[in-house]
C-alpha cells in the first residue's frame, strides 16, 4: 500500500488483490471475489478495507446477466476515494457508480471476454485511489 504508483504518481489509499472465482453459468456467471459469507467464490486479500478502517470486503465483482461491477464494503460510506483501477486495465470511479447501504454498483458494456477479472484464477490488483 505504502508508495507512489510509478504509472499514475499517485499514493495508493487502498490495495486489493482478487483470485476471480465464478458462481453460475452463461448467461448469468459472477466472476471475482464474493466472501465466504455471501456467495463464497474467489479470494480476496487483504479482505478488509485499509479506507475504511479495516471493514470486511464482501464482494467485488462482475455480473455478466447486466453487465455490471459490484463492490461490497461493509459500513462503508461513499467518500474516501476516488477510482478504483482493476489489473491495470478497468478504472471505477466512485462518481459513476450507483451507492447505497456499503455497495457500489457499475453498469458497463464489458463482456465476458473483456471484464477487468479475466479468467478462473486470475490474479487482479485492485488499486484504489
Known amino acids: ?15 486489493l ?4 472465482g465464478q458462481i ?6 459472477y466472476r471475482g471475489y464474493s466472501a465466504p459469507s455471501a456467495s463464497n467464490f474467489g479470494a480476496c486479500s487483504p479482505d478488509t478495507s485499509a479506507i475504511y478502517g479495516g471493514a470486511a470486503v464482501l ?6 446477466a447486466g453487465s455490471q461491477y459490484y463492490l461490497y464494503i461493509d459500513g462503508a460510506t461513499n ?22 447501504f456499503g455497495q457500489w454498483v457499475w453498469n458497463t458494456t464489458d463482456t465476458v471476454l473483456s471484464q477487468a477479472f479475466g ?4 490474479v487482479k490488483t485492485c488499486v484504489f485511489t
Do not use: C, H, N
Not at 488483490?17 to 476471480?20: G, L, Q
Open 1 to 15: 500500500m505504502a508508495g507512489i504508483s510509478a504509472s499514475t504518481g499517485v499514493t495508493p489509499l487502498d490495495t
Open 17 to 20: 488483490t482478487i483470485t476471480t
Open 24 to 29: 453460475g453459468i452463461a448467461p448469468d456467471r
Open 59 to 64: 464482494d467485488f465483482y462482475w455480473d455478466e
Open 79 to 100: 467518500s474516501g476515494w476516488t477510482q478504483v483501477v482493476i489489473g491495470g486495465t478497468k478504472t471505477l470511479t466512485r462518481a459513476s457508480a450507483s451507492f447505497g
Open 119 to 122: 479468467s478462473l484464477g486470475s
